[in-house]
Every structure is written in structure tokens, then in C-alpha cells.
């Protein structure tokens, strides 16, 4: 393994997330910079020497930088510099916290190989990602593990695939622009691909949306006109990339979530008329779950109550869902979800998350909490926990990096669930 570094540039490494963004607080600058500590600190005599490449599959940038222009963070994946199936064990760990994996058929893996690229950006991640035919599922049980709360936007550049998310099923064609919500279940098909991917924070976009719900499964037609601008926009982004230093990165990062919503916002509105009515009640409800989680007489009588509906017509309304109270459950567990695993000094005891989000008791939160992720409570603040020791210790493996990438874009304590409000 080679590591080269110009030791000057470490302050402008943290110096260049010190201002990126506030609310996420000094943690997590140290945390980023951290990394790059770690995994960039063997010193070279020429001090003038721009970062270099870390073998055995890893590459990280800038290679030559001004010391002045800190570069964007940037993690590269080469399966190449790997012998027989290591290289696709490997790519598939470095694709864990997002999906759980399986080449699609009974394809030997021994002959596969996939590649991955993130850039840093600040308030957002970047990637491209390329892999043969594959089957990815997110599960409950992978949410749990690994708590993120993201919009994963994607363009496939080559391929196609089919989603299924809640008994529906719908197709991406090369071209199209894709939403997930990574704190959904979803089952994904792909042919041979390659794609570009944002992730980004929940809390950043979804205030911008118009109907946030709507996004999860959202697909943008490549041959829809915001289809192509925001097709235009993200190939046009991977291409600068290279160029741009990590201010101007962030600068660019804070505009995507305002082009993103308006894109979304204007296929929203072009739903069906004899769609849209039903979809905007449902959405005004969900908005109005959301806002009252907290509330203890959360329940069908009080939503009825304050949209003049019949209970009759509240349950058609939520049976694609799997009923109202099942929506207000689940969004319960991933509140509470949030609260077990995102670190803190004062972390709350697991019976104050349950009696806060409605349980009437530690073992029925328990019961709920296993049969939604798989696990109990206690497993998965133990998890969370494991993972980020793990981190620590194996900071030079790329995919500990990239999983710690996308923590870091996880709201803090201040943000979030009502237990890490001051």
C-alpha cells in the first residue's frame, strides 16, 4: 500500500468542513477530516507533492492539488487490483449500507466485477457506480442496520431496472431519473449497469417538495422535459467534477436540492386529475401524522375529526399503505429508529423512546420494533454502535469510509426526532 500526502494540506482538509454546515456541529468536521487524516498520513519529503493513490482497490484525491484549492474528498473503487472474487465481495460490502446484494441468476461471482466512485460535496454525496446484472433489496432489516435517512436520486447512464416497492412495480430505462426514500423497503432488478447517484439528507429536500411522500419510487421519463434538465444537469455535474474545488462543490451542492424539488414538483402536479384530489388529501393527512407523531391521541378519531372523513373513507384512503394505523406505527418505529442509534452523550433509555412515540409499554415497543426490522431495540443501538467502532478501527477500508460518508449526512442531535430536541 502507497500513501502519499503533503502534510500542509491537512489543516486545509479540516479547515474546508469547517464551515460545512453548522447545524451538523464540530463533530462531524473533525469526524471528515478525521478520515483523511487516517487514510492520507505518511508524510513525503516534497512537500509540494499533491495526494497520491492508495492501492489494493483504493484511490483517494486530489492528485494534484494547490494547497490553497483543497479538493473535493473523493473515494475510488478499482476491482481490478483484485484477484478472482475478492474484487466483487469487496464492491458488493462497499454497496451494503445501501443494499443487500445478490448477483441476479446463478451467475458465478468469481467472473464479476463492479467499480464505485463518491465525491464529497458537503451537504450531499455523489456516486457512480457501475456492476453486472444484480438483485438489490433494502429491507427493514437493512434500514435498521443501517439508520439512514436519505433521498437516493439516480440516473442510469447504461441499463435498465424493475422497482417494487409496497405491491407495486415499476421500470427505469437508461436515461430516467429515479427517487428512493432509503428509509423504505424496496427490491430492485438491474441488467449490466452503470449509473450516477446522489444521496441526500431527507430533512434537506423534502421540506422543498410539494407532496415529499410521493417521491419514493418517483421515476422522471428521460423523455419528459424535467427529465432532461435534471439528466442534463447530473451528467453535466459528474463532468465537472474533477475541476471544481471543495468551495465551489458545496456551493453546487446547496443549489441540487432546489432544482431536484422543482423537477419533482412539476411531475407531481401533472398527475391525472382524477388522481390528483385523492393523492393531495392523502398527502395533506400524512403531512398532518408527521407533524403529531408525538401526540398521544394520535389515532383515526382525531384525523377524522380534523378532515371532516368518515372512518370508512379514512381506511380507503390508507389501504395501499396497509391501513392508518400501520402508517402511524411505522413512522413511530423510524422515529424511534433514529433515536436508538444516532450517537449522543445523554442517549435517552430505550422504555423513554417507546413511552415517547406512543408505546404503551417497553415489551409491546419491543414486539413492534422486531417484527418491523428484524431485531430488537437493544440489537440495533448495539449494531449501530459495532459499525462505528468498526469504522474507527479499519479507517483505511474503503468501504468503512464511505459507510462513515453517508452517517455523516445523517441530521444530528439537533434535528430529527422530538427526544434530540432541546
Same mark, same amino acid.
Given at each position: 500500500?502507497?500513501?502519499?500526502?503533503?502534510?500542509?494540506?491537512?489543516?486545509?482538509?479540516?479547515?474546508?468542513?469547517?464551515?460545512?454546515?453548522?447545524?451538523?456541529?464540530?463533530?462531524?468536521?473533525?469526524?471528515?477530516?478525521?478520515?483523511?487524516?487516517?487514510?492520507? %498520513?505518511?508524510?513525503?519529503?516534497?512537500?509540494?507533492?499533491?495526494?497520491?493513490?492508495?492501492?489494493?482497490?483504493?484511490?483517494?484525491?486530489?492528485?494534484?492539488?494547490?494547497? !490553497?484549492?483543497?479538493?473535493?474528498?473523493?473515494?475510488?473503487?478499482?476491482?481490478?487490483?483484485?484477484?478472482?472474487?475478492?474484487?466483487?465481495?469487496?464492491?458488493?460490502?462497499?454497496?451494503?449500507?445501501?443494499?443487500? $446484494?445478490?448477483?441476479?441468476?446463478?451467475?458465478?461471482?468469481?467472473?464479476?466485477?463492479?467499480?464505485?466512485?463518491?465525491?464529497?460535496?458537503?451537504?450531499?454525496?455523489?456516486?457512480?457506480?457501475?456492476?453486472?446484472?444484480?438483485?438489490?433489496?433494502?429491507?427493514?432489516?437493512?434500514?435498521?442496520?443501517?439508520?439512514?435517512?436519505?433521498?437516493?436520486?439516480?440516473?442510469?447512464?447504461?441499463?435498465?431496472? /424493475?422497482?417494487?416497492?409496497?405491491?407495486? /412495480?415499476?421500470?427505469?430505462?437508461?436515461?430516467?431519473?429515479?427517487?428512493?426514500?432509503?428509509?423504505?423497503?424496496?427490491?430492485?432488478?438491474?441488467?449490466?449497469?452503470?449509473?450516477?447517484?446522489?444521496?441526500?439528507?431527507?430533512?434537506?429536500?423534502?421540506?422543498?417538495?410539494?407532496?415529499? !411522500?410521493?417521491?419514493?419510487?418517483?421515476?422522471? #421519463?428521460?423523455?419528459?422535459?424535467?427529465?432532461?434538465?435534471?439528466?442534463?444537469?447530473?451528467?453535466?455535474?459528474?463532468?465537472?467534477?474533477?475541476?471544481?474545488? $471543495?468551495?465551489?462543490?458545496?456551493?453546487?451542492?446547496?443549489?441540487?436540492?432546489?432544482?431536484?424539488?422543482?423537477?419533482?414538483? #412539476?411531475?407531481?402536479?401533472?398527475?391525472?386529475?382524477?388522481?390528483?384530489?385523492?393523492?393531495?388529501?392523502?398527502? @395533506?393527512?400524512?403531512?398532518?401524522? !408527521?407533524?403529531?407523531? !408525538?401526540?398521544?391521541?394520535?389515532?383515526?378519531?382525531?384525523?377524522?375529526? %380534523?378532515?371532516?372523513?368518515?372512518?370508512?373513507?379514512?381506511? @380507503?384512503?390508507?389501504?395501499?399503505?396497509?391501513?392508518? $394505523?400501520?402508517?402511524? @406505527?411505522? @413512522?413511530?418505529?423510524?422515529?424511534?429508529?433514529?433515536?436508538?442509534?444516532?450517537?449522543?452523550?445523554?442517549?435517552?433509555?430505550?422504555?423513554?423512546?417507546?413511552?415517547?412515540?406512543?408505546?404503551?409499554?417497553?415489551?409491546?415497543?419491543?414486539?413492534?420494533?422486531?417484527?418491523?426490522?428484524?431485531?430488537?431495540?437493544?440489537?440495533?443501538?448495539?449494531?449501530?454502535?459495532?459499525?462505528?467502532?468498526?469504522?474507527?478501527?479499519?479507517?483505511?477500508?474503503?468501504?468503512?469510509?464511505?459507510?462513515?460518508?453517508?452517517?455523516?449526512? /445523517?441530521?444530528?442531535?439537533?434535528?430529527?426526532?422530538?427526544?434530540?430536541?432541546?
Amino acid at each position: 500500500m502507497v500513501i502519499r500526502v503533503d502534510p500542509s494540506q491537512r489543516f486545509d482538509i479540516a479547515s474546508q468542513y469547517e464551515n460545512l454546515d453548522r447545524r451538523r456541529g464540530a463533530g462531524l468536521c473533525r469526524d471528515l477530516a478525521g478520515d483523511h487524516g487516517r487514510l492520507l %498520513s505518511t508524510p513525503v519529503s516534497d512537500a509540494r507533492r499533491g495526494f497520491g493513490t492508495m492501492r489494493q482497490g483504493i484511490t483517494m484525491g486530489p492528485r494534484e492539488a494547490a494547497a !490553497e484549492r483543497p479538493s473535493i474528498p473523493t473515494l475510488s473503487f478499482d476491482p481490478e487490483e483484485f484477484s478472482g472474487r475478492a474484487g466483487f465481495t469487496r464492491w458488493r460490502d462497499l454497496l451494503s449500507i445501501l443494499f443487500e $446484494a445478490e448477483p441476479a441468476g446463478a451467475a458465478d461471482e468469481t467472473g464479476l466485477a463492479g467499480s464505485a466512485t463518491a465525491f464529497h460535496l458537503g451537504s450531499l454525496l455523489m456516486l457512480r457506480i457501475g456492476g453486472p446484472a444484480m438483485a438489490l433489496r433494502r429491507t427493514n432489516a437493512t434500514i435498521a442496520r443501517g439508520a439512514l435517512d436519505h433521498c437516493l436520486v439516480k440516473l442510469y447512464l447504461e441499463g435498465d431496472c /424493475t422497482l417494487s416497492k409496497g405491491g407495486n /412495480t415499476g421500470t427505469m430505462r437508461t436515461g430516467d431519473i429515479g427517487f428512493l426514500n432509503l428509509g423504505c423497503p424496496v427490491a430492485v432488478e438491474t441488467s449490466a449497469f452503470q449509473l450516477l447517484a446522489l444521496v441526500i439528507p431527507w430533512d434537506g429536500l423534502a421540506p422543498l417538495v410539494k407532496a415529499p !411522500e410521493a417521491l419514493h419510487g418517483l421515476v422522471l #421519463s428521460a423523455d419528459s422535459a424535467v427529465g432532461m434538465l435534471l439528466n442534463d444537469h447530473l451528467r453535466a455535474l459528474d463532468a465537472q467534477l474533477p475541476e471544481l474545488d $471543495a468551495a465551489a462543490a458545496r456551493a453546487v451542492a446547496d443549489g441540487i436540492a432546489g432544482l431536484i424539488a422543482a423537477c419533482v414538483g #412539476s411531475a407531481i402536479d401533472a398527475r391525472s386529475p382524477a388522481d390528483e384530489p385523492r393523492g393531495a388529501l392523502l398527502d @395533506r393527512i400524512k403531512e398532518f401524522i !408527521e407533524m403529531r407523531l !408525538e401526540a398521544p391521541e394520535l389515532g383515526t378519531a382525531l384525523i377524522c375529526d %380534523s378532515f371532516g372523513l368518515s372512518r370508512s373513507a379514512l381506511y @380507503r384512503l390508507f389501504e395501499p399503505l396497509g391501513g392508518v $394505523a400501520k402508517h402511524v @406505527r411505522d @413512522r413511530r418505529l423510524a422515529r424511534a429508529l433514529d433515536d436508538l442509534v444516532i450517537p449522543r452523550r445523554d442517549r435517552p433509555r430505550i422504555v423513554d423512546i417507546a413511552y415517547h412515540w406512543g408505546f404503551g409499554s417497553e415489551a409491546s415497543f419491543g414486539r413492534a420494533f422486531r417484527s418491523n426490522y428484524g431485531m430488537s431495540p437493544g440489537e440495533a443501538r448495539e449494531t449501530a454502535q459495532n459499525m462505528r467502532r468498526t469504522a474507527r478501527k479499519d479507517a483505511a477500508a474503503i468501504e468503512r469510509v464511505l459507510h462513515r460518508w453517508m452517517r455523516s449526512l /445523517t441530521p444530528q442531535a439537533s434535528q430529527g426526532g422530538a427526544i434530540r430536541r432541546s
